[in-house]
């Protein structure tokens, strides 16, 4: 008996056509699918001009399943889409169905693309299972033996359930409690441990769909491969996924398996043998290329929603640093102090070594005669080297302005990745999460000037891998990622790696105080996979640390203040870059405006605690609650001032304070873990809260988010106008005043105060060396790390000078002491451009050096180098 569906396809589960065939007015008029009972397996096969391979296909399966299933009218069954082919793939399907009617044709009207024949045949197949397979036979039908072992364990466990619906809310939210086995976060976190994965629900075989596999966002996480060309599903769960499908092209497969993996339901690959020789399709140069478009098209319709994400988060850094993209040249961050120019250098001097083949980790460009120690500064070797073209091209300040504004926007993505892989299904509510994580008061603050604390980009996915290590399901291959990932970010930044490992032992051990088990059984793999991390860091970063911690100009502490906590005030008031925020009030309590690190006000602080209570019985929450309270104790600083008293006690930085690596931590940037912390409850709440189904409720609980967030969102950074490179040195008239080898002395030398020296070293292309600078090097025969270079008498005086002091009287002392002070820089000029106070700074260098001064264009020159009296 010959069984021959005529439909156009199915209707989508909102009512609208999505099906192969006809338009919605002729599917709804064709007759329904006929349905031949319950069978055990559905073969799906699309087919679109087809005529020289699809009856051999048909044989090739028939004869297998008839030997492996058995003959009977219920063992199995193939369903046949014709996407309205031109030639006789629907006659030869037909009359194979004549003779087997365990063959059945599914006929389209209109050609509308392989997805679209897909989902109409898994919606008309009856299998207890359904494999997907294509008329070519280039996955041979015996290697359906691999899927079905594979997907065993889900035929005898799995319930039989079609799931949630796409849209259809979950009423307690992920990670209540802990993850569930249905829930696609299941294993993702501590709580879980390494608890046995849930069954399979289908079965892939390793696909050559390379276009899915290089621009699809993967729906499996860690898999190679994100097609179903072979693949074996559970019949109910298929039929649920593909009848919520909207894609009629190639990219089905990625809207699928993303589906699948949203709604809890596990994958798993399986390697599978292809045919020697899969029966070919004629060539069609023109068809191929328009399947590879139209399959891009649908993968960025497929992605729109995280397009539109990442578009809100790029124009909200863009807004963040408008004023400086408006004027390039002219612009200076106000209140980056002189950590501008001094990023701005290692741009450039990053630049100038690798192009000249130097050492990247070292410099003598300032700092005279030490140098710098490079990979115990902020340079951010990540991307200062892969952005050497764009400042080749268009300058140090292009490159860091890019950094910070490109940098925020991707650590607000990475963000809402993790909150939205791990935490909720809501898309907007992880993305307020995420942005709430990157664009945080302290996040604001720091990008006046430190880059290393604004790209937080591979942060997330440190967390992720390992969160996927506590699950224990490939622990040599999230080991190795996640020593590559740390590896990278020690060239971003360290300190925010060491501050973010912090904030997640907290987590592990608040995970241990509130389900002890889960967090035991997590232990193994966990330290399994760290042990592994560990292996790959190590040989990467073996030189480059060693060259940090025990090279020229090493050090092994930094000295930043006697306590550089936060004041319990700085908790609970506005930063002064905040839209409710009072900049004297905020100075007062930081100690400066690149420093404001907790600042989050006192309404979202309540609001994370009314959150915390609402949730309290979530497993996760209060992991996080334990987590965000522990950081923004030990942010508080080894001594922690009682406000409006003079009471001074003890804090819990004390116990940890002198430790190694955390001896140079500014303890108050603890805090910092909060913003995540805080940007995950956010999430929570606003997940469950559009879920209510009271519009009162959801009113109030809005209102609620928005008088909570209202007063932290961020303003532009204020930007005033550079001070100008001096003629002298953007002419290049430098060049007749110092040779090789030797530096320029600026007045008042360079230091962490006063560094737009550095700004004329960019301009002049690294042409000379400078004395003193800004950067972080060794002091005393104990090697503290300081900011700047060691100080000199003279460098001393100079400074003394020109912000106010009398000059001292000139005695013979004064000037052997400033001739070894030249002497020791290697000085070719001293160079004092016109200011404040120039007059007073020229008369005493006169009289130290002996000679009066050469005025060329804007500064006054004295040649001390080489051959000079």
Same mark, same amino acid.
């Given at each position: 008996m010959t069984r021959?569906?005529?439909?156009?396809?199915?209707?989508?589960?909102?009512?609208?056509?999505?099906?192969?065939?006809?338009?919605?007015?002729?599917?709804?008029?064709?007759?329904?699918?006929?349905?031949?009972?319950?069978?055990?397996?559905?073969?799906?096969?699309?087919?679109?001009?087809?005529?020289?391979?699809?009856?051999?296909? *048909?044989?090739?399966?028939?004869?297998?399943?008839?030997?492996?299933?058995?003959?009977?009218?219920?063992?199995?069954?193939?369903?046949?889409?014709?996407?309205?082919?031109?030639?006789?793939?629907?006659?030869?399907?037909?009359?194979a169905a004549a003779d087997d009617p365990r063959i059945r044709l599914i006929r389209s009207e209109h050609h509308r693309g392989p997805g679209a024949a897909l989902r109409a045949g898994v919606l008309a197949s009856a299998g207890e299972r359904v494999l997907l397979a294509?008329?070519?036979?280039?996955?041979?039908?015996?290697?359906?033996?691999?899927?079905?072992?594979?997907?065993?364990?889900?035929?005898a466990e799995a319930p039989r359930t079609d799931g949630p619906a796409a849209d259809e809310p979950r009423t307690d939210g992920p990670a209540a409690n802990g993850p569930t086995a249905e829930d696609p976060r299941a294993g993702a976190s501590p709580a879980n441990g390494p608890a046995p994965a849930p069954a399979p629900v289908a079965a892939l075989g390793r696909s050559e769909n390379r276009l899915v596999r290089a621009l699809g966002i993967p729906g499996i996480p860690g898999f190679r491969t994100g097609s179903c060309t072979f693949?074996?599903?559970?019949?109910?769960?298929?039929?649920?996924?593909?009848?919520?499908?909207r894609l009629d092209g190639p990219a089905i497969d990625a809207e699928v398996l993303r589906w699948v993996r949203r709604q809890g339901w596990r994958v798993t690959e399986?390697?599978?043998?292809?045919?020697?020789?899969?029966?070919?399709?004629?060539?069609?140069?023109?068809?191929?290329?328009?399947?590879?478009?139209?399959?891009?098209?649908?993968?960025?319709?497929?992605?729109?929603?995280?397009?539109?994400?990442?578009?809100?988060?790029?124009?909200?850094?863009?807004?963040?640093?408008?004023?400086?993209?408006?004027?390039?040249?002219?612009?200076?961050?106000?209140?980056?102090?002189?950590d501008q120019n001094q990023w701005e250098w290692f741009v450039g001097v990053t630049t100038d070594n690798i192009t000249h083949l130097r050492n990247p980790l070292f410099t003598l460009a300032q700092g005279m005669p030490d140098g710098v120690n490079l990979m115990a500064n902020a340079t951010m070797l990540g991307l200062t080297v892969p952005l050497i073209p764009v400042t080749l091209l268009f300058g140090e300040t292009v490159t860091f302005v890019l950094v910070l504004t490109l940098g925020m926007a991707a650590s607000a993505w990475t963000w809402y990745w993790l909150i939205r892989r791990r935490f909720v299904h809501g898309r907007w509510a992880a993305a307020a999460g995420g942005a709430f994580a990157a664009f945080a008061p302290p996040m604001v603050s720091h990008a006046n000037g430190h880059p290393n604390f604004v790209v937080l980009f591979m942060l997330p996915l440190i967390i992720d891998r390992a969160l996927r290590l506590c699950e224990g399901r490939n622990v040599v291959r999230d080991g190795v990622l996640l020593g590559l990932f740390a590896t990278y970010q020690i060239f971003l930044g360290e300190e925010p790696l060491l501050i973010a490992a912090l904030g997640m032992l907290l987590f592990c051990l608040a995970y241990l105080l509130v389900d002890r088990p889960r967090a035991l059984?997590?232990?193994?793999?966990?330290?399994l996979g760290l042990v592994i991390a560990a292996g790959v860091c190590v040989p990467l970063l073996a030189v480059p640390l060693y060259w940090q911690f025990f090279g020229p100009q090493s050090y092994h502490s930094v000295l930043h203040g006697d306590n550089a906590g936060n004041s319990p005030r700085a908790?609970?008031?506005?930063?002064?870059?905040?839209?409710?925020?009072?900049?004297?009030?905020?100075?007062?309590l930081s100690m400066n405006t690149t420093e404001q690190n907790a600042f989050y006000g006192w309404p979202l602080l309540a609001f994370g605690a009314a959150v915390c209570v609402w949730m309290w019985r979530r497993t996760v929450v209060r992991a996080l609650a334990i987590t965000g309270a522990a950081? *923004?104790?030990?942010?508080?600083?080894?001594?922690?001032?009682?406000?409006?008293?003079?009471?001074?006690?003890?804090?819990?930085?004390?116990?940890?304070?002198?430790?190694? *690596?955390?001896?140079?931590?500014?303890?108050?940037?603890?805090?910092?873990?909060?913003?995540?912390v805080l940007g995950v409850l956010l999430a929570l709440a606003l997940d469950r809260i559009v879920r209510m189904r009271r519009r009162e409720l959801r009113t109030l609980g809005l209102l609620g988010v928005a008088a909570a967030l209202i007063p932290v969102l961020p303003l532009p950074l204020a930007v005033r106008e550079r001070e100008p490179v001096p003629q002298f040195i953007a002419s290049g008239a430098w060049r007749g005043y110092v040779q090789d080898g030797e530096a320029l002395v600026p007045v008042p030398l360079p230091d962490p105060g006063q560094a737009d020296a550095l700004h004329w070293q960019v301009e002049a292309d690294f042409g000379f060396r400078l004395a003193g600078g800004y950067f972080n090097g060794p002091w005393g025969p104990d090697r503290i790390g300081i900011y700047g270079a060691t100080?000199?008498?003279?460098?001393?005086?100079?400074?003394?000078?020109?912000?106010?002091?009398?000059?001292?009287?000139?005695?013979?002392?004064?000037?052997?002491?400033?001739?070894?002070?030249?002497?020791?820089?290697?000085?070719?000029?001293?160079? *004092?451009?016109?200011?404040?106070r120039d007059t007073e700074l020229r008369d005493l260098l006169t009289g130290l050096l002996g000679q009066e001064p050469k005025k060329v264009q804007d500064v006054w020159v004295w040649r001390v180098g080489r051959g000079q009296p």
């Open positions: 021959t569906d005529s439909t156009s396809g199915t209707e989508g589960t909102d009512g609208t056509d999505s099906t192969s065939g006809t338009d919605s007015t002729s599917a709804a008029a064709g007759p329904a699918p006929v349905w031949l009972g319950a069978v055990g397996l559905s073969v799906v096969i699309p087919a679109h001009d087809d005529e020289h391979r699809i009856g051999s296909a *048909l044989e090739a399966f028939r004869a297998h399943l008839d030997a492996r299933l058995g003959a009977g009218p219920g063992d199995w069954e193939i369903v046949v889409v014709d996407d309205a082919s031109a030639d006789a793939t629907a006659a030869l399907v037909e009359a294509d008329s070519g036979l280039k996955t041979p039908p015996a290697e359906l033996d691999r899927l079905e072992q594979a997907l065993a364990p889900a035929r693949a074996l599903f559970d019949g109910d769960r298929a039929r649920a996924a593909f009848g919520a499908s399986v390697p599978v043998r292809r045919s020697a020789a899969p029966a070919p399709r004629p060539p069609r140069p023109r068809r191929a290329a328009g399947a590879r478009r139209r399959a891009l098209v649908e993968l960025l319709r497929l992605n729109a929603g995280g397009l539109a994400v990442a578009a809100v988060f790029l124009a909200l850094s863009a807004y963040v640093f408008h004023g400086l993209w408006a004027d390039l040249d002219g612009r200076y961050l106000k209140d980056a102090l002189q059984e997590a232990a193994r793999p966990l330290g908790l609970v008031e506005y930063a002064a870059r905040s839209l409710f925020g009072d900049a004297e009030t905020a100075g007062r950081a *923004l104790l030990l942010s508080l600083g080894p001594w922690v001032p009682v406000p409006h008293t003079d009471v001074v006690l003890p804090g819990p930085w004390r116990l940890m304070g002198k430790a190694p *690596l955390f001896e140079s931590v500014i303890e108050g940037r603890v805090a910092m873990v909060c913003a995540p100080p000199r008498h003279l460098s001393n005086l100079l400074r003394d000078v020109r912000y106010g002091a009398e000059p001292p009287e000139i005695t013979p002392q004064w000037r052997e002491q400033a001739r070894q002070d030249l002497e020791f820089w290697k000085a070719g000029a001293v160079v *004092l451009p016109f200011q404040d």
